[in-house]
Nanobody, 117 residues
């Protein structure tokens, strides 16, 4: 599985962005999908995940601002980010796995989100 993330950019605090991640492969609908982020000087952290059945999970601090969704017909997973804050600045990575919502085998290349104050 190959993953291609896009949609990052520069946005002012309070703004919104929608990240997309397109996956190759014919079994996309059976994969768990996740979004992670890594801020400068920090470790990578979990953002959100969505199961093959469509159940969504979020880092507690991001609930209510971020929404993960998937479109199996387009082999795409999305991350809608609202009310962005400067501390959301990071490289965002999408990931996929056929078995787990917690440990991902496949990773995209990352897309940079910069939130200015």
């Amino acid at each position: 599985v190959q993953l291609q993330a896009s949609g990052g950019g520069l946005v002012q605090a309070g703004g919104s962005l929608r990240l997309s991640c397109v996956a190759s492969g014919r079994t996309f609908s059976s994969y768990a999908l996740g979004w992670f982020r890594q801020a400068p000087g920090k470790e990578r952290e979990f953002v959100a995940a969505i199961s093959w059945g469509g159940s969504a999970y979020y880092e507690d601090a991001l609930k209510g601002r971020f929404t993960i969704s998937r479109d199996n017909a387009k082999n795409t997973v999305y991350l809608q980010m609202n009310s962005l804050k400067p501390e959301d600045t990071a490289v965002y990575y999408c990931a996929a796995d056929s078995d787990s919502l917690h440990d991902y085998e496949y990773w995209g290349q990352g897309t940079l989100v910069t939130v200015s104050s």
